[in-house]
């Protein structure tokens, strides 16, 4: 009994495992990028040039094609 318990129990944590890791970056098929200017970071997160707009902090901020698509299609 406790073995089919135990075997349970790990069957079920290595599944949600799994899941966990198949859930996708975001930032391989995202279209935009925002680059912050202030943090310097580049966030790959958006679906359209009008959303990556929209979500600037700064005017200085920039929004991109985000280069791992670029790069990946060629």
Do not use: E, H, W
Not at 34 to 50: I, M, N, P, W
């Amino acid at each position: 009994m406790k073995t089919k318990i135990l075997l349970t129990v790990l069957l079920g944590g290595s599944l949600c495992a799994t899941g966990a890791l198949a859930q996708k970056d975001p930032s391989l098929y995202s279209r935009y990028c925002l680059r912050d200017s202030d943090a310097g970071t580049v966030t790959c997160a958006y679906a359209s040039f009008r959303q990556c707009m929209a979500a600037r902090t700064a005017s200085i901020d920039d929004c991109v094609k985000n280069p791992r698509l670029v790069s990946s299609r060629r």
